[in-house]
Protein backbone atom coordinates (compact mmCIF):
# COMPACT_ATOMS: atom_id res chain seq x y z
CA UNK A 1 0.00 0.00 0.00
CA UNK A 2 1.23 3.27 -0.85
CA UNK A 3 1.32 5.50 2.76
CA UNK A 4 2.79 8.73 3.78
CA UNK A 5 3.65 9.52 7.22
CA UNK A 6 3.58 13.29 8.06
CA UNK A 7 7.02 14.00 10.84
CA UNK A 8 9.90 12.37 11.03
CA UNK A 9 10.78 12.77 14.38
CA UNK A 10 11.24 10.02 16.50
CA UNK A 11 7.72 8.13 15.88
CA UNK A 12 7.44 9.30 12.74
CA UNK A 13 11.14 8.17 11.40
CA UNK A 14 10.39 4.70 12.94
CA UNK A 15 6.65 4.33 11.70
CA UNK A 16 8.05 5.12 8.18
CA UNK A 17 10.76 2.75 7.90
CA UNK A 18 8.77 -0.22 10.12
CA UNK A 19 6.31 0.34 7.44
CA UNK A 20 8.54 0.39 4.64
CA UNK A 21 9.99 -2.81 5.87
CA UNK A 22 6.64 -4.68 5.86
CA UNK A 23 6.51 -4.00 2.27
CA UNK A 24 4.57 -0.82 2.06
CA UNK A 25 5.73 1.92 -0.17
CA UNK A 26 6.44 4.93 2.25
CA UNK A 27 6.78 8.96 2.20
CA UNK A 28 8.20 10.59 5.01
CA UNK A 29 7.37 14.02 4.88
CA UNK A 30 9.01 16.85 7.18
CA UNK A 31 9.29 20.48 7.42
CA UNK A 32 12.73 20.34 8.58
CA UNK A 33 15.21 20.25 5.38
CA UNK A 34 18.62 19.15 7.72
CA UNK A 35 16.46 16.16 8.98
CA UNK A 36 14.99 14.90 5.50
CA UNK A 37 18.07 15.34 4.15
CA UNK A 38 19.70 13.25 6.68
CA UNK A 39 17.42 10.76 6.62
CA UNK A 40 17.21 10.57 2.58
CA UNK A 41 20.90 9.78 2.98
CA UNK A 42 20.25 6.94 5.04
CA UNK A 43 21.43 8.51 7.99
CA UNK A 44 19.52 8.42 11.48
CA UNK A 45 19.29 11.52 13.02
CA UNK A 46 19.28 9.80 16.92
CA UNK A 47 20.86 6.55 18.03
CA UNK A 48 18.32 4.02 18.22
CA UNK A 49 19.41 0.09 18.33
CA UNK A 50 18.26 -0.88 15.02
CA UNK A 51 17.23 1.84 13.35
CA UNK A 52 20.03 2.52 10.97
CA UNK A 53 19.97 -0.66 9.06
CA UNK A 54 16.17 -0.65 9.06
CA UNK A 55 16.84 2.73 7.43
CA UNK A 56 19.57 1.71 5.47
CA UNK A 57 17.72 -1.38 3.99
CA UNK A 58 14.26 -0.13 3.30
CA UNK A 59 15.46 3.25 1.06
CA UNK A 60 17.87 0.80 -0.87
CA UNK A 61 15.22 -1.29 -1.72
CA UNK A 62 13.26 1.72 -3.01
CA UNK A 63 10.19 1.01 -0.24
CA UNK A 64 11.15 4.56 1.52
CA UNK A 65 11.76 7.98 0.40
CA UNK A 66 11.95 11.46 2.01
CA UNK A 67 10.68 14.76 1.09
CA UNK A 68 9.91 18.22 2.57
CA UNK A 69 6.62 18.40 -0.16
CA UNK A 70 3.44 17.81 1.29
CA UNK A 71 2.00 17.57 -2.34
CA UNK A 72 3.77 14.35 -2.26
CA UNK A 73 1.40 12.44 0.08
CA UNK A 74 -0.94 12.85 -2.67
CA UNK A 75 -0.75 9.42 -4.29
CA UNK A 76 -0.84 7.15 -0.96
CA UNK A 77 -3.77 5.74 0.83
CA UNK A 78 -2.95 5.94 4.26
CA UNK A 79 -1.68 9.32 6.18
CA UNK A 80 0.25 8.90 9.55
CA UNK A 81 0.20 12.41 11.33
CA UNK A 82 3.61 11.64 13.62
CA UNK A 83 4.35 15.31 14.35
CA UNK A 84 5.34 16.28 18.43
CA UNK A 85 3.20 17.90 20.49
CA UNK A 86 5.20 19.69 23.00
CA UNK A 87 4.65 21.24 26.38
CA UNK A 88 3.51 24.57 25.70
CA UNK A 89 6.15 27.29 26.67
CA UNK A 90 5.87 28.16 30.14
CA UNK A 91 2.54 26.18 30.32
CA UNK A 92 1.58 22.84 30.82
CA UNK A 93 -0.52 22.22 28.35
CA UNK A 94 -0.02 20.25 24.52
CA UNK A 95 1.33 22.58 22.15
CA UNK A 96 -1.01 21.45 19.30
CA UNK A 97 0.59 23.80 16.45
CA UNK A 98 2.57 21.25 14.70
CA UNK A 99 -0.78 18.76 14.44
CA UNK A 100 -2.48 21.47 12.85
CA UNK A 101 -0.15 22.55 10.31
CA UNK A 102 0.33 19.08 9.50
CA UNK A 103 -3.27 18.73 8.85
CA UNK A 104 -3.82 21.96 6.65
CA UNK A 105 -0.37 21.11 4.72
CA UNK A 106 -2.05 17.61 4.14
CA UNK A 107 -5.46 18.72 3.47
CA UNK A 108 -5.26 19.69 -0.19
CA UNK A 109 -3.88 16.47 -0.80
CA UNK A 110 -6.43 14.26 0.54
CA UNK A 111 -8.97 11.98 -1.56
CA UNK A 112 -12.42 10.19 -1.02
CA UNK A 113 -11.29 6.98 0.54
CA UNK A 114 -8.28 8.27 2.29
CA UNK A 115 -7.47 6.92 5.80
CA UNK A 116 -5.81 9.99 7.85
CA UNK A 117 -4.68 8.57 11.03
CA UNK A 118 -3.45 10.22 14.59
CA UNK A 119 -0.54 8.90 15.87
CA UNK A 120 0.62 11.63 18.06
CA UNK A 121 0.01 12.64 21.75
CA UNK A 122 -2.79 14.67 21.64
CA UNK A 123 -5.06 16.16 24.69
CA UNK A 124 -8.59 13.94 24.41
CA UNK A 125 -11.09 16.23 22.17
CA UNK A 126 -8.69 16.74 19.47
CA UNK A 127 -9.55 13.92 16.89
CA UNK A 128 -13.48 14.95 16.96
CA UNK A 129 -12.18 18.29 16.08
CA UNK A 130 -9.41 17.03 12.95
CA UNK A 131 -12.33 14.92 12.25
CA UNK A 132 -14.15 18.15 11.59
CA UNK A 133 -11.80 20.23 9.71
CA UNK A 134 -11.40 17.55 7.29
CA UNK A 135 -15.12 16.48 6.67
CA UNK A 136 -15.12 17.73 2.57
CA UNK A 137 -11.98 16.22 1.73
CA UNK A 138 -14.02 12.10 1.84
CA UNK A 139 -11.18 11.22 3.80
CA UNK A 140 -11.71 9.15 7.37
CA UNK A 141 -9.70 9.69 10.61
CA UNK A 142 -8.70 7.24 12.83
CA UNK A 143 -6.62 7.59 15.85
CA UNK A 144 -4.15 5.29 16.57
CA UNK A 145 -2.29 5.64 19.52
CA UNK A 146 1.97 4.50 19.38
CA UNK A 147 3.07 3.27 22.17
CA UNK A 148 6.63 2.67 21.68
CA UNK A 149 9.62 3.03 24.03
CA UNK A 150 12.90 4.29 23.00
CA UNK A 151 15.70 2.13 23.05
CA UNK A 152 13.09 -0.51 21.53
CA UNK A 153 11.16 1.73 19.03
CA UNK A 154 11.00 -0.88 16.01
CA UNK A 155 10.58 -3.86 17.74
CA UNK A 156 8.14 -1.85 19.25
CA UNK A 157 6.18 -0.65 16.44
CA UNK A 158 6.75 -3.54 14.09
CA UNK A 159 4.99 -5.99 17.21
CA UNK A 160 3.14 -3.99 20.11
CA UNK A 161 1.50 -5.22 23.07
CA UNK A 162 -1.85 -3.66 21.36
CA UNK A 163 -3.42 -1.93 18.41
CA UNK A 164 -6.21 0.56 18.97
CA UNK A 165 -8.26 2.38 16.47
CA UNK A 166 -10.47 5.47 16.93
CA UNK A 167 -12.69 5.70 15.18
CA UNK A 168 -16.01 7.90 14.51
CA UNK A 169 -18.24 4.92 13.17
CA UNK A 170 -18.01 1.57 14.65
CA UNK A 171 -18.21 0.34 11.25
CA UNK A 172 -15.67 2.37 9.44
CA UNK A 173 -13.69 0.92 6.13
CA UNK A 174 -10.82 2.44 8.12
CA UNK A 175 -10.88 -0.56 10.09
CA UNK A 176 -9.85 -2.98 7.18
CA UNK A 177 -7.84 -0.58 5.20
CA UNK A 178 -5.49 0.01 8.74
CA UNK A 179 -5.30 -4.08 8.97
CA UNK A 180 -4.00 -4.64 6.03
CA UNK A 181 -1.70 -2.06 6.87
CA UNK A 182 -0.44 -3.80 10.09
CA UNK A 183 -1.00 -7.36 8.42
CA UNK A 184 2.08 -8.95 10.70
CA UNK A 185 0.93 -7.65 13.57
CA UNK A 186 -2.94 -8.18 12.63
CA UNK A 187 -1.66 -12.28 11.58
CA UNK A 188 0.33 -12.15 15.23
CA UNK A 189 -3.33 -12.10 16.41
CA UNK A 190 -1.88 -8.55 18.95
CA UNK A 191 -4.68 -7.47 20.42
CA UNK A 192 -6.29 -5.07 18.42
CA UNK A 193 -9.46 -2.50 19.68
CA UNK A 194 -11.93 -0.35 17.68
CA UNK A 195 -13.18 2.00 20.32
CA UNK A 196 -14.59 6.01 19.62
CA UNK A 197 -12.13 9.32 19.19
CA UNK A 198 -12.10 10.21 22.89
CA UNK A 199 -11.19 5.89 24.59
CA UNK A 200 -8.33 5.90 21.72
CA UNK A 201 -6.91 9.37 23.26
CA UNK A 202 -7.61 8.69 26.38
CA UNK A 203 -5.66 5.06 26.65
CA UNK A 204 -2.38 6.25 25.57
CA UNK A 205 -1.85 9.15 28.42
CA UNK A 206 -4.07 7.19 30.70
CA UNK A 207 -1.16 4.38 29.94
CA UNK A 208 1.46 7.01 30.22
CA UNK A 209 -0.07 8.46 33.33
CA UNK A 210 0.11 4.74 35.32
CA UNK A 211 3.20 3.92 34.54
CA UNK A 212 4.51 7.69 35.85
CA UNK A 213 2.66 6.88 38.80
CA UNK A 214 4.49 3.52 39.45
CA UNK A 215 7.33 5.05 39.13
CA UNK A 216 6.66 7.94 41.09
CA UNK A 217 4.82 5.28 43.97
CA UNK A 218 8.04 3.52 44.72
CA UNK A 219 10.56 6.73 44.63
CA UNK A 220 8.26 7.71 47.62
CA UNK A 221 8.43 4.89 49.30
CA UNK A 222 11.94 4.83 48.49
CA UNK A 223 12.29 7.80 50.79
CA UNK A 224 10.82 6.13 53.60
CA UNK A 225 13.02 3.09 52.83
CA UNK A 226 15.63 5.95 53.79
CA UNK A 227 14.54 6.99 56.77
CA UNK A 228 13.77 3.51 58.56
CA UNK A 229 16.85 1.60 56.64
CA UNK A 230 14.62 -0.25 54.99
CA UNK A 231 15.43 -1.63 51.39
CA UNK A 232 13.32 -0.42 48.18
CA UNK A 233 15.05 -2.89 45.85
CA UNK A 234 14.11 -5.76 47.73
CA UNK A 235 10.60 -4.40 48.71
CA UNK A 236 9.97 -3.89 45.52
CA UNK A 237 10.78 -7.44 44.68
CA UNK A 238 8.45 -8.76 46.74
CA UNK A 239 5.29 -6.74 46.06
CA UNK A 240 5.97 -7.68 42.43
CA UNK A 241 5.97 -11.00 42.76
CA UNK A 242 1.76 -10.02 43.35
CA UNK A 243 0.55 -10.27 39.65
CA UNK A 244 -1.75 -7.94 40.48
CA UNK A 245 1.19 -5.44 40.59
CA UNK A 246 4.08 -6.71 38.71
CA UNK A 247 7.71 -6.02 39.06
CA UNK A 248 8.48 -3.57 35.87
CA UNK A 249 8.58 0.15 36.49
CA UNK A 250 9.36 -0.68 40.28
CA UNK A 251 12.71 0.82 39.68
CA UNK A 252 13.39 3.53 42.31
CA UNK A 253 16.22 5.61 41.68
CA UNK A 254 16.30 9.68 40.08
CA UNK A 255 13.00 9.40 38.10
CA UNK A 256 11.66 9.44 34.83
CA UNK A 257 12.44 11.65 32.42
CA UNK A 258 12.26 11.89 28.51
CA UNK A 259 10.74 13.04 26.07
CA UNK A 260 6.84 11.69 26.78
CA UNK A 261 5.96 11.00 30.32
CA UNK A 262 6.94 14.06 32.21
CA UNK A 263 4.72 16.35 29.32
CA UNK A 264 2.62 14.12 29.33
CA UNK A 265 1.34 14.03 32.92
CA UNK A 266 1.27 17.66 33.28
CA UNK A 267 -0.69 17.94 29.57
CA UNK A 268 -3.15 15.36 30.93
CA UNK A 269 -3.66 16.92 34.06
CA UNK A 270 -4.25 20.28 32.59
CA UNK A 271 -6.68 19.00 30.08
CA UNK A 272 -8.50 17.76 33.13
CA UNK A 273 -8.49 21.08 34.58
CA UNK A 274 -10.05 22.69 31.03
CA UNK A 275 -12.49 19.98 31.34
CA UNK A 276 -13.46 21.15 34.95
CA UNK A 277 -12.74 17.71 36.20
CA UNK A 278 -9.06 19.06 37.30
CA UNK A 279 -9.08 17.41 40.71
CA UNK A 280 -10.15 14.17 39.05
CA UNK A 281 -6.41 14.16 37.98
CA UNK A 282 -4.70 16.43 40.98
CA UNK A 283 -2.62 13.37 42.24
CA UNK A 284 -0.73 13.30 39.17
CA UNK A 285 0.26 16.78 39.85
CA UNK A 286 2.17 14.95 43.02
CA UNK A 287 3.33 12.29 40.50
CA UNK A 288 5.07 15.17 38.86
CA UNK A 289 6.47 16.47 42.31
CA UNK A 290 7.60 13.28 43.71
CA UNK A 291 9.53 13.07 40.16
CA UNK A 292 11.60 16.21 40.87
CA UNK A 293 12.05 15.48 44.18
CA UNK A 294 14.49 12.63 43.34
CA UNK A 295 16.83 14.78 41.65
CA UNK A 296 17.04 16.76 44.64
CA UNK A 297 17.67 14.17 46.58
CA UNK A 298 20.11 12.84 45.11
CA UNK A 299 21.93 16.22 44.50
CA UNK A 300 21.03 16.37 48.28
CA UNK A 301 22.79 13.13 48.90
CA UNK A 302 26.21 13.97 46.49
CA UNK A 303 26.59 17.30 48.94
CA UNK A 304 26.13 15.44 52.28
CA UNK A 305 28.67 12.82 50.92
CA UNK A 306 31.44 15.41 50.15
CA UNK A 307 31.18 17.10 53.40
CA UNK A 308 28.23 19.73 52.59
CA UNK A 309 29.93 21.74 49.47
CA UNK A 310 30.84 20.42 46.30
CA UNK A 311 33.03 23.49 45.26
CA UNK A 312 35.87 22.71 43.50
CA UNK A 313 35.26 19.19 44.19
CA UNK A 314 35.35 16.70 41.33
CA UNK A 315 32.31 14.43 40.60
CA UNK A 316 31.99 11.97 37.84
CA UNK A 317 28.70 12.02 36.33
CA UNK A 318 28.03 8.38 34.38
CA UNK A 319 25.30 8.69 32.12
CA UNK A 320 23.58 11.63 30.53
CA UNK A 321 20.64 10.24 28.45
CA UNK A 322 17.20 9.74 29.96
CA UNK A 323 17.41 6.31 30.41
CA UNK A 324 20.07 3.65 28.59
CA UNK A 325 20.43 2.74 24.79
CA UNK A 326 19.25 5.80 23.80
CA UNK A 327 21.01 9.29 23.30
CA UNK A 328 17.90 11.37 24.35
CA UNK A 329 18.84 14.27 27.14
CA UNK A 330 14.84 15.94 26.89
CA UNK A 331 14.06 16.09 30.35
CA UNK A 332 16.60 14.00 31.72
CA UNK A 333 17.09 13.92 35.24
CA UNK A 334 20.51 12.75 34.75
CA UNK A 335 21.66 15.97 32.91
CA UNK A 336 19.77 17.92 35.34
CA UNK A 337 21.66 16.71 38.17
CA UNK A 338 24.83 17.00 36.46
CA UNK A 339 23.69 20.81 35.60
CA UNK A 340 22.77 21.34 39.23
CA UNK A 341 26.22 19.94 40.55
CA UNK A 342 27.74 22.50 38.05
CA UNK A 343 26.17 25.17 38.81
CA UNK A 344 27.04 24.46 42.55
CA UNK A 345 30.54 25.18 41.52
CA UNK A 346 31.32 21.45 41.70
CA UNK A 347 34.07 20.67 38.46
CA UNK A 348 31.94 18.12 36.85
CA UNK A 349 32.88 15.68 34.37
CA UNK A 350 30.03 13.49 32.41
CA UNK A 351 30.53 10.66 30.27
CA UNK A 352 27.49 8.94 28.92
CA UNK A 353 28.29 5.65 25.76
CA UNK A 354 25.72 7.87 23.04
CA UNK A 355 24.34 11.20 24.32
CA UNK A 356 27.74 13.36 25.16
CA UNK A 357 26.72 15.01 21.57
CA UNK A 358 23.17 16.00 22.25
CA UNK A 359 24.45 16.96 25.76
CA UNK A 360 27.02 19.28 24.36
CA UNK A 361 24.57 21.10 21.75
CA UNK A 362 22.47 22.20 24.44
CA UNK A 363 25.31 22.63 27.24
CA UNK A 364 28.40 23.05 25.52
CA UNK A 365 29.62 24.79 29.16
CA UNK A 366 29.75 21.58 31.22
CA UNK A 367 33.03 19.10 30.89
CA UNK A 368 32.60 15.85 28.78
CA UNK A 369 34.77 13.15 29.16
CA UNK A 370 35.41 11.01 25.78
CA UNK A 371 35.53 7.47 27.89
CA UNK A 372 34.97 6.31 31.17
CA UNK A 373 38.08 5.74 32.53
CA UNK A 374 38.60 9.91 31.81
CA UNK A 375 35.79 10.26 33.54
CA UNK A 376 36.52 8.11 36.73
CA UNK A 377 40.19 9.82 36.50
CA UNK A 378 41.05 11.68 40.00
CA UNK A 379 37.08 11.81 40.59
CA UNK A 380 36.32 12.15 44.32
CA UNK A 381 33.17 10.71 43.72
CA UNK A 382 30.73 9.15 41.38
CA UNK A 383 27.42 9.01 40.27
CA UNK A 384 25.78 6.49 38.05
CA UNK A 385 22.74 8.43 36.52
CA UNK A 386 21.50 6.07 33.88
CA UNK A 387 21.96 2.24 33.78
CA UNK A 388 23.53 1.85 31.02
CA UNK A 389 25.41 -1.88 30.56
CA UNK A 390 28.91 -0.39 30.54
CA UNK A 391 28.45 1.03 34.18
CA UNK A 392 26.16 -1.87 35.09
CA UNK A 393 29.15 -4.13 34.57
CA UNK A 394 32.18 -1.77 36.01
CA UNK A 395 34.41 -3.50 38.24
CA UNK A 396 34.77 -1.55 41.76
CA UNK A 397 38.53 -2.91 41.48
CA UNK A 398 39.46 -1.16 38.12
CA UNK A 399 37.02 2.02 39.05
CA UNK A 400 39.41 1.95 42.69
CA UNK A 401 42.49 2.61 41.20
CA UNK A 402 41.03 5.73 38.99
CA UNK A 403 39.07 7.51 41.40
CA UNK A 404 40.62 9.75 44.04
CA UNK A 405 38.11 8.53 46.30
CA UNK A 406 36.36 5.22 46.36
CA UNK A 407 32.23 6.94 46.72
CA UNK A 408 30.14 5.76 44.59
CA UNK A 409 26.16 7.00 44.29
CA UNK A 410 24.02 4.84 43.05
CA UNK A 411 21.09 6.69 40.95
CA UNK A 412 19.47 4.38 39.15
CA UNK A 413 20.10 1.07 42.17
CA UNK A 414 21.45 -0.96 39.24
CA UNK A 415 24.65 -1.49 40.88
CA UNK A 416 25.12 -4.82 43.53
CA UNK A 417 26.33 -2.85 46.86
CA UNK A 418 28.04 -5.86 48.18
CA UNK A 419 30.05 -6.13 45.47
CA UNK A 420 30.86 -2.47 45.63
CA UNK A 421 31.49 -2.80 49.60
CA UNK A 422 33.39 -5.48 49.30
CA UNK A 423 36.22 -3.50 47.45
CA UNK A 424 36.29 -0.41 48.96
CA UNK A 425 33.58 1.59 48.41
CA UNK A 426 31.28 3.59 49.72
CA UNK A 427 27.83 3.23 48.55
CA UNK A 428 24.64 4.50 48.56
CA UNK A 429 21.40 4.08 46.69
CA UNK A 430 18.05 5.82 46.59
CA UNK A 431 16.06 4.01 49.99
CA UNK A 432 18.83 1.21 49.62
CA UNK A 433 22.04 1.18 51.68
C1 LIG B 1 7.37 6.00 27.46
C2 LIG B 1 6.35 4.85 27.49
O1 LIG B 1 6.92 3.70 28.10
C3 LIG B 1 5.91 4.52 26.07
O2 LIG B 1 4.93 3.50 26.10
C4 LIG B 1 5.35 5.77 25.44
O3 LIG B 1 4.98 5.51 24.10
C5 LIG B 1 6.38 6.90 25.47
O4 LIG B 1 6.81 7.12 26.81
P1 LIG B 1 9.99 6.16 26.91
O5 LIG B 1 9.86 7.63 27.18
O6 LIG B 1 10.75 5.70 25.72
O7 LIG B 1 8.52 5.52 26.76
O8 LIG B 1 10.68 5.51 28.18
P2 LIG B 1 10.31 4.51 29.35
O9 LIG B 1 11.01 3.24 29.14
O10 LIG B 1 8.86 4.47 29.63
O11 LIG B 1 11.04 5.25 30.55
C6 LIG B 1 10.64 6.56 30.95
C7 LIG B 1 11.46 7.04 32.10
O12 LIG B 1 11.13 6.35 33.30
C8 LIG B 1 12.97 6.89 31.94
O13 LIG B 1 13.60 8.09 32.37
C9 LIG B 1 13.31 5.73 32.84
O14 LIG B 1 14.62 5.79 33.31
C10 LIG B 1 12.29 5.93 33.97
N1 LIG B 1 12.00 4.70 34.72
C11 LIG B 1 11.43 3.63 34.09
C12 LIG B 1 12.27 4.65 36.07
O15 LIG B 1 12.77 5.61 36.67
N2 LIG B 1 11.95 3.50 36.77
C13 LIG B 1 11.38 2.42 36.18
O16 LIG B 1 11.12 1.44 36.88
C14 LIG B 1 11.12 2.48 34.80
Redesign the pocket.
Given at each position: MKLSVVGCGYLGAVHAAAMASIGHDVVGIDVDEAKIAQLASGRAPFFEPGFDELLTRTIGEGNLRFTTSAAEARDATVHFIAVGTPQREGEDGADLRFVDAAIDALIPHLKPGDVLVGKSTVPVGTAARLAERITGTGAELVWNP??????FAVADTLSPDRIVYGVADVDSEAVAILDAVYHPAIEARTPRMVTDYATAELVKVS??AF?ATK?SF?NAISEIADATGADVTQLADAIGYDARIGR????A?I???????PKDIRAFASRAEELGHGRALRFLREVDEINLRQRDRVAELITAELGGSVVGRRIAILGLA??PNSDDTRDS?ALDIALRMHGLGANVVAYDPEAVATARRVHPHLTYANTLEDALRGAELVSVLTEWRQFVDLDPVIAAASVASPTIIDGRNCLDPQRWIENGWRYRGLGRH
Open positions: EFLREGANLIIRFLNGGFGGGCLFKP
